[in-house]
């Protein structure tokens, strides 16, 4: 099992950028795909971007693609969401996953979730 706790989220305005943390403790974040995904009021959980275990392969969701930059850091069993150019509609709970399978953007496909962190951007 791994445990995640997301945090770096806050009140910003948009345009400016802001950094997701996930921190995994547990079994080695390396064994897993690890995923970021969002939910806003009254929505469905978007998926926001995914990295393979050696951060080799990525994907983004297509809100998201050019702005947002997944990474990850092993040796420290965390992965990051760097967001750029935030808009309004970024508003989310953005919560940390994480896959024993293949980086995928469906939600079924991750097995470990962390609390979530909110991110609120204004106009």
């Known amino acids: 099992q791994v445990q995640l706790v997301e945090s770096g989220g806050g009140l910003v305005q948009a345009g400016v950028s802001l950094r997701l943390s996930c921190a995994a403790s547990g079994r080695t974040s390396s064994d897993y795909v690890m995923g970021w995904f969002r939910q806003a009021p009254g929505k469905e959980r978007e998926f926001v971007a995914a990295i393979s275990r050696a951060g080799g392969v990525t994907r983004y969701g297509d809100s998201v693609k050019g702005r947002f930059t997944i990474s990850r850091d092993n040796a420290k069993n965390a992965v990051y969401l760097q967001m750029n150019s935030l808009k309004p509609e970024d508003t989310a709970v953005y919560y940390c996953?994480?896959?024993?399978?293949?980086?995928?953007?469906?939600?079924?496909?991750?097995?470990?979730w962390g609390q979530g962190t909110q991110v609120t951007v204004s106009s």
């Open positions: 996953a994480a896959s024993s399978k293949v980086v995928a953007t469906s939600r079924q496909m991750y097995d470990y």
